[in-house]
């Protein structure tokens, strides 16, 4: 593939993301996105976080995580939400538990699109 449509490929991606964002959030009450640009910075945060706090997290929970059967991955992503709340002035989630809704929510949705955010294809 050309690097052209590499860059395509990120953009549309970021740009389902971001959809997904505002789907998940007009489903949870709990959740609040102000505007499409925050939807996008949203997408392009938690994708930056899945790329790079997430894989070290992974490793320095390993022992709960397999105590826990892995669930424990669910609780890392609702706390990279919380991160990416309170860094993004026009998103919020309201609690641990909303971000872990939001979390189970925005995969289903990314699934449903066909998104896999952080990856190209």
Partial sequence: MSKSSDVLNIILQLILGSISVLIAQ???????VADFFTA??????????????KPILIFLTIPI????????????????IL???ELIPGF???????????SLILSLINSLLGVSLGRTR
Avoid at 26 to 32: E, S, T
Avoid at 65 to 80: D, E, V, W
């Fill in 26 to 32: 007009y489903i949870l009450p709990g959740v609040a």
């Fill in 40 to 53: 996008l910075v949203v997408a392009a945060l938690l994708t930056l976080f899945n790329l790079t706090i």
């Fill in 65 to 80: 995580t397999i105590l826990t059967l892995g669930l424990f991955l669910l609780a890392i992503n609702a706390i990279l």
């Fill in 83 to 85: 991160l990416a709340a």
């Fill in 92 to 102: 919020s989630v309201d609690g641990f538990w909303w971000a872990l809704l939001f």
